[in-house]
């Protein structure tokens, strides 16, 4: 099989994803080396993430972040406990995960390379003109082919106009949208590792990014530099049960709510 075949197989796959456990790992820009463990679900879109980084606004605290039924969940571990009034958890609504530059919000507690759905961020190295096979190796124990190439905007662009079908231009406009969340600047490397039922095991993805600052009164609006990514996602356990829950209402204090009381008071 070509490499370009067994990649695009591999896509397919991705596309009867129903559930996901992975683990993401690497440099994200302004938040530093982190470690991530999620769960999610496709239908409807839930999520249930537990990360640690050594930068960003946290400086290495533990974030617990769920998103379910539009709404996002916070673990107090990252919040004031005195605001929260005792409550463990903080709710903000609408929270959106999973979908493009334009509709996720995570109210900036997540990196916005982590605001992407790992399984379509799985099927870009497809819009790859490129695409080479590396060699095998082995991931958590089972034997998987290992492919690299690079993707650019315009060649996400491309292959949305040239899919063959629905389904593979769906999978195109998904990658495109999520191609521009992540900041990417120019070039985009993406390692694939493929296993023996043509499934991904694990994706590598590395490019350097642009960042903004200003946008004020005071100072017009400037795109910048931004710090390299290097992240690593992979597929631990696929289409397995998977159940994401909003923490219990007595338990968790509403930013709405919250805000409200702080202009009043």
Request: proline share 5%; no cysteine; glycine share 10%.
């Amino acid at each position: 099989m070509t490499p370009v075949k067994a990649v695009a197989k591999a896509a397919a796959s991705a596309g009867h994803i129903t559930s996901l456990h992975y683990r993401v790992t690497g440099t994200v820009p302004e938040w530093g080396r982190l470690n991530a463990e999620a769960s999610m679900h496709t239908a409807p879109m839930t999520m249930d993430m537990t990360m640690h980084a050594t930068d960003g606004r946290y400086g290495g605290s533990r974030l617990e972040i769920r998103f379910v039924d539009g709404a996002m969940y916070v673990h107090r571990d990252v919040a004031d406990s005195g605001k929260l009034k005792g409550a463990s958890w903080l709710r903000a609504e609408p929270g959106t995960w999973g979908s493009d530059l334009f509709d996720n919000n995570s109210y900036g507690l997540l990196p916005r390379q982590l605001e992407g759905n790992p399984v379509v961020q799985s099927a870009m190295l497809t819009a790859s003109k490129d695409v080479r096979r590396i060699g095998t190796e082995t991931i958590d124990g089972v034997p998987a082919t290992h492919y690299r190439g690079t993707v650019t905007s315009k060649g996400v662009r491309a292959a949305r106009d040239a899919a063959p079908d629905k389904a593979a231009r769906e999978r195109q406009i998904d990658s495109l949208g999520q191609f521009s969340a992540m900041r990417l600047d120019g070039t985009l490397t993406m390692d694939l590792w493929v296993g023996d039922d043509n499934r991904t095991k694990r994706f590598r993805m590395r490019s350097d990014t642009y960042a903004s600052k200003g946008g004020t009164v005071d100072q017009p609006l400037e795109i910048i530099d931004g710090e390299p990514l290097d992240m690593t996602v992979t597929f631990l356990d696929v289409n397995e049960p998977v159940t994401v829950e909003a923490p219990p209402a007595d338990d968790t204090a509403d930013l709405g709510e919250l805000a409200d009381e702080l202009g009043t008071a």
